[in-house]
């Protein structure tokens, strides 16, 4: 059986900066609030004409070029959002038109803020049993455009960004294993409760905006992303310094504090970067990734355990050597 290996990573953050500075005069908030609840000091805001699928191309074109491959390689496009250009056709068969890529399978995958690690099961799963041999995993997302801005309860936190690698079929792991979860019975503490079948009405005003039970999300996120560090370490017989990296989802630095310490990961081995770009949702894990290889951080050879949590809720882990 063929593994899953990780041989390019890209991503790409909207020219727009959002400082805590400039939110104080759009809500009743401050930049020392903002900083010592969450750690986050500035995110980025798509421009008007900038979509979802432009930041997926962006993020797409870095990672192939990174990997070697040329588009026309391509067999399977698997993009995670929860903030598509339109209703359908999916971002994926968007992009997939961009690239110029034509007649393999290409879909998107719709898990929030897990949705890259969703995707990149799909994607390993594929590849394992041969149906793929290069596969492009995108997240990317415009969350911006389902944020109340006078709501300080939830603007604060959030942020548009993509993020892509290219997976291709080896007969060294790469992928070791993923771990996915979910629990619909949580779908009102994290939502944007309007869509197109239920109260399109909101769509079209522009009024449907992500809802949030702040507290109680906060404290699922830690147990959540806490355990799939335990199960994921359990299912491949391995402790937790034989990994080089943590990527937990990069929603806010105190959530991040709290599973690293509760799982014993050491600060200087869990990647944070969500001070520069707030919770980007489905692009979080790739963004992290990618500008931790970028940065000289994350090598070829080391392990990474990479995590996600969102609204469902949906949570999931994945381990891989790079
Ligand atoms: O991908 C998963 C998505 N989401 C998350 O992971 C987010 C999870 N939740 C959080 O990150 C945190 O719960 C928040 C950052 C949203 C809130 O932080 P908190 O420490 O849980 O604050 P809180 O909701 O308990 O609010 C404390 C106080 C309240 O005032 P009172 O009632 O004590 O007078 C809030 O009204 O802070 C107030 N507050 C603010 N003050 C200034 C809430 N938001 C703000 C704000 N600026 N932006």
């Known amino acids: 059986m063929k593994y899953a290996r990780l041989t390019g990573s890209g991503s790409y953050l909207p020219d727009k900066v959002l400082t805590n500075h400039d939110l104080e005069s759009m809500v009743d908030t401050s930049h020392e609030w903002i900083m010592a609840r969450t750690g986050i000091s500035e995110r980025r805001i798509a421009a008007d004409d900038e979509f979802t699928c432009d930041l997926a191309e962006k993020a797409s074109r870095e990672a192939l070029h990174v990997a070697g491959v040329s588009p026309g390689q ?13 209703v359908f056709p999916s971002t994926a068969c968007l992009l997939q038109q961009r690239l110029g890529i034509r007649g393999c399978p290409a879909f998107d995958v719709q898990a929030v803020c897990a949705g890259f690690i969703f995707a990149l099961d799909v994607a390993n799963r594929f590849i394992r049993t041969q149906g793929a041999r290069c596969a492009l995993v995108v997240g990317a997302e415009t969350f911006s455009r389902i944020i109340d801005w006078t709501d300080r309860g939830t ?18 792991p790469g992928i070791h294993s993923t771990h996915l979860h979910s ?3 949580y779908k009102d503490l994290l939502c944007v409760p309007t869509g197109v079948s239920r109260n399109y009405e909101a769509v079209k005003s522009g009024t449907a905006y992500t ?4 507290n109680d999300v906060f404290r699922w996120a830690v147990t959540a992303m806490s355990a799939l560090v335990d199960e994921t370490l359990e299912a491949n017989g391995i402790g937790r310094d034989d990994v080089d990296w943590l990527i937990p989802h990069q929603a806010n630095v105190r959530i991040i504090n709290a599973v690293g310490k509760r799982t014993g990961f050491p600060a200087d081995r869990v990647i944070v970067t969500v001070n520069h770009h707030g919770n980007t949702s489905a692009a979080s894990v790739p963004l992290a990734l990618d500008e931790s290889i970028r940065n000289g951080k994350i090598r070829t050879g080391d392990t990474v355990l990479m995590e996600g949590f969102g609204g469902g809720f949906t949570w999931g882990s994945a381990l891989l050597t790079l």
Do not use: E, K, S
């Not at 391509?74 to 339109?86: E, K, R, W």
């Not at 603007?155 to 060294?172: E, H, S, T």
């Not at 809802?211 to 702040?214: D, F």
């Open 211 to 214: 809802t949030m039970a702040g």
């Open 74 to 86: 391509v067999d399977l496009i698997v993009v995670a959002t929860t903030t598509p250009d339109q």
């Open 155 to 172: 603007c604060i936190l959030f942020g548009d960004g993509g993020g892509a690698v290219v997976l291709q079929d080896d007969d060294r």
């Open 183 to 185: 629990d619909g019975a």
